[in-house]
């Protein structure tokens, strides 16, 4: 009968552990796989149909490639003999997304490279984009939208509207060749997290453990969690991979207090601690008013003469605050508590939070950005 109890004792604490993680943040919020990742593909083309906002004749490339392009297409045309101004050179770029099939579209993005004023109803030609490895993964052709207008007088006076000389091409491109991929097969997986931190991979690590009743997880440093895929998900690692996404995991973070000062900006972690300190923070205010009086002389007197007379009068107000005693290990409620006692503003916060740093009495990391 006792081990019945202790198993069902097991079983419920491991149901408790899994429900209260629920509450927390998905590992798949906070980590990668590693390998799974998107590719950046690149290349060179040319948008046609500008209605002469292209390029103009000093951009000699684009000249180069228009001529290289309809010798291609079987018309001989010397570089010197075009001089269009409907067509514009451009980058083009996009990401192969992770599993990227043949036949499958992604977007492209556009940017003109020329001096070229707007690429507004142009249309982007066939263009290769290459991967890191000088290989062709997508092939880019279609209208490109820009989002905006730009519109212009001969006087020099115009109206544009965000950025014209860069657009898009939507499902602009085609996928004509496959990363080559196994992931079904793997024998374990890594997980990467956005933010090393070695407490948070050890709750994963756990998180992972516990959910699959088996040591299959485990840290290899601050950063990185090792998971070994169990029999019963070998050749179907896909499913193995949705079931870890979903557990939940309270992710730990360094106590920092960030402050920007341009903005007046102040924001602080949930563990920002501070030893028992005394503050008070009090304003000087000068004040300094100037008047000029007019003396005239009276009527009817000789030599009299009317003088400019100066008057200042200079007001002293010093604030009141009294000293305020924040004890030792308090939570970030009652240090908002205690300050906003004090009638601080974020811009005095600022200056609060620096005074504390320098006395040694926070406990947390101060960043200034």
């Excluded at 115009?158 to 024998?187: L, M, W, Y």
């Excluded at 516990?210 to 601050?222: H, K, L, Q, V």
């Excluded at 179907?236 to 870890?244: D, K, R």
């Amino acid at each position: 009968m006792k081990p019945s109890i202790t198993k069902l004792a097991v079983c419920v604490a491991i149901l408790l552990g899994i429900i209260g993680q629920a509450h927390g943040v998905r590992i798949k919020d906070i980590a990668d796989i590693k390998g799974v990742r998107t590719n950046q593909l690149v290349g060179y083309g040319l948008v046609v149909g500008l209605n002469g906002t292209g390029d103009s004749d000093d951009a000699i490339f684009t000249i180069q490639s228009f001529a290289s392009m309809l010798e291609r297409m079987g018309v001989t045309v010397k570089p010197d003999d075009i001089e269009v101004d409907n067509v514009a050179a451009v980058m083009v770029t996009a990401d192969l997304p992770a599993f990227g099939r043949s036949g499958s579209r992604i977007d492209v993005l556009v940017s003109s490279i020329g001096d070229a004023e707007n690429l507004q109803g142009g249309t982007l030609l066939f263009t290769p984009l290459k991967g890191a490895d000088g290989q062709v993964y997508a092939i880019a052709q279609g209208p490109v939208s820009t989002g905006g207008f730009a519109a212009g007088s001969e006087s020099g006076s115009g109206v544009q509207k965000n950025h014209p000389t860069a657009g898009r091409v939507i499902n602009g491109a085609i996928i004509e060749k496959e990363i080559a991929s196994d992931f079904n097969n793997r024998q374990s997986l890594t997980l990467n997290l956005h933010r090393a931190d070695f407490t948070t991979a050890s709750r994963v690590a756990q998180a992972i453990n516990i959910a699959f009743y088996d040591e299959i997880a485990s840290t290899r440093d601050a950063g990185t969690i090792e998971v070994k895929v169990p029999e019963k998900y070998k050749g179907n690692t896909v499913a193995l991979v949705t079931m870890i996404e979903r557990l939940g995991v309270t992710p730990d973070i360094v106590s920092k207090v960030v402050i920007n000062e341009r903005t007046g900006t102040v924001i602080m972690g949930e563990n920002v601690r501070i030893s028992t300190i005394a503050i008070a923070h009090g304003n000087l205010s000068i004040e300094i008013k100037e008047n000029s009086n007019v003396s005239q002389p009276l009527p009817f007197s000789r030599g009299g003469q009317t003088v400019v007379t100066p008057e200042s009068q200079v007001l002293i107000e010093e604030g009141s605050n009294p000293i305020f005693l924040v004890e030792s290990g308090v939570s970030i409620g009652e240090v908002v508590k205690a300050l906003n006692a004090l009638g601080v503003t974020p811009r005095d916060l600022i200056a609060i939070f620096q005074a504390l740093k320098a006395a040694g009495a926070l406990q947390a990391e101060l960043e200034i950005i």
